[in-house]
C-alpha cells in the first residue's frame, strides 16, 4: 500500500505561483514514477508532469512546459509541483498519483497509476 497525501492548494491571481506538495508513504519502496494530474468540472482528466524515481527522468504536458517544474526530495518522501505564470485555464483539482513496480511506464495513461491522493484545490483568478 501507498498513501499519498497532497497540498498546497489555493486561490492565486492570473500570472502568481503555487508550489503543491504530494507526501508519500508506506511502500515508498515500490513507487516507479509519481505523476501529476488535474481534473476541471466536466472535463477528463488531464496529465500534468512526471517523475521517474530512477534517473531521474521528468515529463510534462504541453500546456505546462516551462511553466511548471515536478521535483522531489527523497529524504521526505515528497513530491512537489512548483507552478509558475499561472492560467486561469489551470484552474482545477490536482491529483498525485504513483505508479509501482512492476510498471508499464506509460507515463500519462492515468489508468496504469495504482494509488491516488485526495487532491488539493488551485483556482486561479483572472
Known amino acids: 500500500q501507498v498513501q499519498l497525501v497532497e497540498s498546497g492548494g489555493g486561490l492565486v491571481q492570473s500570472g502568481g505561483s503555487l508550489r503543491l506538495s504530494c507526501a508519500a508513504s508506506?511502500?515508498?519502496?515500490?513507487?516507479?514514477?509519481i505523476a501529476w494530474f488535474r481534473q476541471a468540472p466536466g472535463k477528463e482528466r488531464q496529465f500534468v508532469a512526471a517523475?521517474?524515481?530512477?534517473?531521474?527522468?521528468?515529463y510534462y504536458a504541453d500546456s505546462v512546459k516551462g511553466r511548471f517544474t515536478i521535483s522531489r526530495d527523497n529524504a521526505k518522501n515528497t513530491v512537489f509541483l512548483q507552478m509558475n505564470s499561472l492560467k486561469p485555464e489551470d484552474t482545477a483539482v490536482y491529483y498525485c498519483?504513483?505508479?509501482?513496480?512492476?510498471?508499464?511506464?506509460?507515463?500519462?495513461?492515468?489508468?496504469?497509476?495504482?494509488?491516488w491522493g485526495q487532491g488539493t484545490q488551485v483556482t486561479v483568478s483572472s
Open positions: 498519483a504513483a505508479d509501482v513496480a512492476p510498471s508499464r511506464g506509460r507515463l500519462g495513461y492515468h489508468r496504469d497509476y495504482d494509488y
Open positions: 508506506g511502500r515508498t519502496f515500490s513507487i516507479y514514477s
Open positions: 517523475i521517474v524515481y530512477s534517473g531521474i527522468s521528468t
